[in-house]
């Protein structure tokens, strides 16, 4: 049997120029999961990491907090495990965005124009709309990695998963997470985004492996993260 443990990286710094770094809560949250971990007595055989560096930085923070720390294997790099690249869509779509006269317009125009004062609210309004369109096909960039590409990417680690025998706790984000959950469970693209966007910061999921059959354990789960104020999901 395996076990593997999907672990969401804690929050980021959203709107400070450099996303992909944690905040000082992000680092809070991703000591916490140590106490998750240590509860538990959870030992992994292997670690896996993505490539981003919220990725690793939250493996960093909770491994600095693991009674255990001594016994956890070195991380291993894992190319599957990087995020979809709907905020490089965004990028490389701006102007052309700006310049639509529906819906999607009206959005870029607020998120990057500066038409309201709250610029988070309205960036995630933005992605609610442009994500959709981009799993349907609709958005498209030839620098920027289709979503069915995004879900092949993660059906492969997935697919690595089934044969190891043994317990992996892998660092990653709410999309690769969301992707393999779909993988588990046979979900469309559409219950695939709704699994996305209710993935918290420094959640855990853990899929059982039996027979080469994955099935999903827990989902979302943040019982080290016990006050109201911990609980986000960017």
């Known amino acids: 049997m395996g076990r593997l443990f999907l672990v969401r990286h804690g929050q980021a710094s959203a709107l400070s120029g450099d996303y992909d770094q944690l905040s000082t809560l992000g680092r809070e949250q991703s000591r916490l999961l140590a106490s998750h971990f240590d509860r538990f007595e959870i030992v992994p055989d292997r670690v896996l990491v993505g490539p981003r560096r919220r990725h690793a930085q939250t493996h960093d923070e909770t491994l600095s907090a693991l009674h255990t720390r001594d016994r956890w294997p070195t991380p291993e790099p894992v190319q599957e495990l990087d995020e979809h690249h709907a905020v490089q869509l965004v990028v490389h779509l701006g102007p052309t965005l700006h310049a639509r006269e529906d819906e999607l317009g009206t959005l870029a125009r607020a998120a990057y124009g500066g038409e309201t004062g709250d610029i988070k609210r ?14 349907r096909g609709e958005l498209s960039h030839p620098e920027v990695e289709p979503f ?87």
């Open 122 to 135: 309205a960036m995630g309004r933005l992605f609610a709309h442009v994500i959709p369109a981009w799993v």
């Open 148 to 234: 069915q590409d995004f879900k092949a990417r993660v059906s492969r680690f997935i697919e690595s998963a089934r044969a190891f025998e043994g317990t992996t706790v892998a660092f990653t984000s709410g999309g690769a997470i969301s992707a393999a959950v779909a993988e588990a469970q046979g979900l469309d693209d559409e219950r695939t985004l709704d699994v996305m966007w209710h993935l918290l910061n420094a959640s855990i999921t853990e899929l059982v492996v039996r027979d080469r059959k994955i099935t999903l354990a827990s989902l979302n789960a943040t019982p080290h993260l016990a006050e109201p104020r911990l609980l986000t999901h960017i």
